[in-house]
């Protein structure tokens, strides 16, 4: 969609990443799954996932 896009007419792969990482996270924890493995564990941890999720729809929408 064109709302995606930047002024040039690219995506910004890593905003999306960004913000795709932080939703699977609050989705991820937000269905009471917990991950067993230490790195999905902290990954997928709200304390991870909003400030993620904050940060890429900040540069998306301000850069």
């Known amino acids: 969609p064109a709302l995606m ?6 995506y910004n ?3 999306l990443m960004m913000i ?3 939703i699977s996270g609050g989705f991820i924890y ?3 799954f917990l991950p067993k493995f230490w ?7 709200p304390y991870i996932a909003w ?4 940060w890429g729809y900040y ?3 301000l850069t």
Request: hydrophobic share 55%; proline share 3%.
């Open 5 to 10: 896009l930047d002024a040039n007419g690219h």
């Open 30 to 32: 937000g269905v009471g």
């Open 59 to 61: 540069t998306w929408f």
């Open 20 to 22: 795709m990482i932080g």
């Open 13 to 15: 792969h890593s905003a």
């Open 51 to 54: 400030p993620l999720m904050i």
């Open 39 to 45: 790195l999905w564990k902290w990954l997928f941890s």
